[in-house]
């Protein structure tokens, strides 16, 4: 066997939603800090799971356990660290929600849910964005951002009764609301082809409604507003279990000698400022390197060895190589023509290369399937981005000379 895999207990154990025992995750934590944080209360002192420990513009940072909690400040880095002595999740108790529009808000800041398809956006501000404009459209799919874990599957089976109870719930405290819901199994078209980029906004809207709003989705002009399945699956949590976004799916790859990867899946429910130590106990030590979120050539690196404690906000998927993940060299264009025929959106990559076409940048969805196969290795990422920020730069300059 080329890969380990974990144990059928330890899966179930971290894959389910009623935890009996987590002795493994046990120990100390350390949550972040950026500079926006402002940190609530006395340190140190005792917290409750879900209590607040610091507030940044865009989202709480909320006691991932009950235990001690105190302020630290490491190479100009500052996190809380809490040391767990009590449990990482509450026992999951099935509860009627009996919410109005603004309680079911309150609910949602409470326990500090994140809107997982639009990074840095409080649930409970982008929801009240959605109740105050007129004629405005919500979109629930199971599809996410990312590649791994498949949350089609894992509301269908984890939430199954939830799923038709929040689309009720949801058009009964928004009543003038146009609700679609792409949850149930019968209303999900796209359900045996759980294929990335779905989980785009943009993109699914496009597939599933023949809606085009590329570059128009959260902007002032969008009347539509899309919760992905991970945010689903946390609302539900939050909703139906008053459980705290605490924990979040990482998915976890692996690349071997060769550079192939192994394409099973593979994740785990942790919690937020968790070690990353639970791998040793998992992944053989051949896996020498990890690298976070991506691929990218760009994305850091890591040993192993350094600690490393999990970040809710910004990791979701990590990758174990056996050999360091080496700069990939970019070859001159062939014109092989396949990053534009990947392209979803057909929003003409090569044209960052050649210029005798038009990028067209409102399309691009940055699903990154040019960069991922184009043969020659040409760092689409980094052109991109720079395409999109010159674009942003140029519209702020005309917006100033109109004004
Ligand atoms: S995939 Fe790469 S090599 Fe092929 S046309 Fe696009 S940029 Fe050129
Ligand atoms: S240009 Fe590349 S990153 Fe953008 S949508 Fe097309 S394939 Fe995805």
């Known amino acids: 066997m080329r890969f380990p895999l974990p ?6 154990r971290h894959h389910e ?26 340190f140190p002192r005792r917290v409750q799971l879900g209590d607040v420990l610091g507030i940044t ?19 100009n880095q500052k996190y809380f660290k809490l040391t767990q002595d009590g ?22 800041e409470k326990n500090g849910v994140y809107s997982l398809d639009f990074p840095q956006t409080a649930l409970w501000n982008y929801l009240s964005a ?40 949801l058009s009964s405290i928004f009543p003038n609301k146009k609700i679609i819901s792409f949850l149930e199994p019968s209303k999900n078209k796209f359900t045996s082809k759980y294929k990335f980029p779905l989980g785009k906004p943009e993109y699914f809207l496009q597939k599933a409604l023949k809606k085009n709003i590329y570059g128009e989705i959260q902007s002032d002009k969008s009347k539509m507003f899309f919760l992905g399945g991970e945010t689903v699956w946390h609302l539900i949590r939050a909703l ?10 990482l998915a976890v790859e692996c690349v071997d000698r060769s550079g192939r990867v192994d394409g099973r899946e593979r994740y785990f429910l942790i919690s937020n400022g968790q070690s990353f130590r639970f791998l040793d106990k998992i992944f053989f030590k051949k896996y020498k390197y990890i690298s976070l979120n991506s691929f990218d050539k760009s994305s850091r690196i890591m040993m192993r060895s350094d600690e490393y404690f999990y970040n809710i906000y910004e990791d979701a998927d990590l990758i174990l190589s056996v050999n360091h993940p080496k700069k990939n060299l970019e070859l001159p264009c062939t014109e092989c023509n396949d990053c534009d025929a990947v392209c979803p959106t057909q929003a003409n990559p090569q044209a960052l290369i050649h210029n005798r076409s038009i990028f067209n940048i409102q399309s691009c969805i940055e699903c990154g399937l040019c960069d991922f196969y184009c043969p020659s290795g040409i760092d689409f990422r980094s052109k991109i981005k720079l ?12 917006e100033h000379s109109h004004a």
């Open 387 to 398: 395409a999109k920020e010159t674009q942003s730069e140029f519209n702020q300059q005309s």
């Open 57 to 75: 513009p865009t989202h709480k940072i909320l006691a991932s356990a009950n235990g001690i909690a105190e302020q630290h400040e490491e190479n």
């Open 17 to 42: 939603k009623g935890k009996k025992n987590e002795t493994l995750w046990q120990g100390s934590f350390q949550i972040l800090q950026d500079e926006r944080t402002e940190a609530i209360g006395e």
């Open 130 to 169: 959605f109740a105050k404009v007129s004629d405005s459209e919500l979109v629930l799919s199971t599809h996410t951002n990312r590649i791994s874990p498949n949350y089609t599957k894992i509301l269908q089976t984890d939430f199954a009764k939830e799923i038709i109870a929040l689309e009720q719930f």
């Open 7 to 12: 144990s059928r207990s330890f899966s179930r």
């Open 240 to 249: 139906y279990y008053d459980i705290p976004f605490t924990k979040r799916h």
């Open 87 to 108: 449990n990482l999740e509450p026992k999951a108790l099935y509860l009627e929600p009996k919410l109005d529009s603004n309680s079911f808000l309150n609910l949602l």
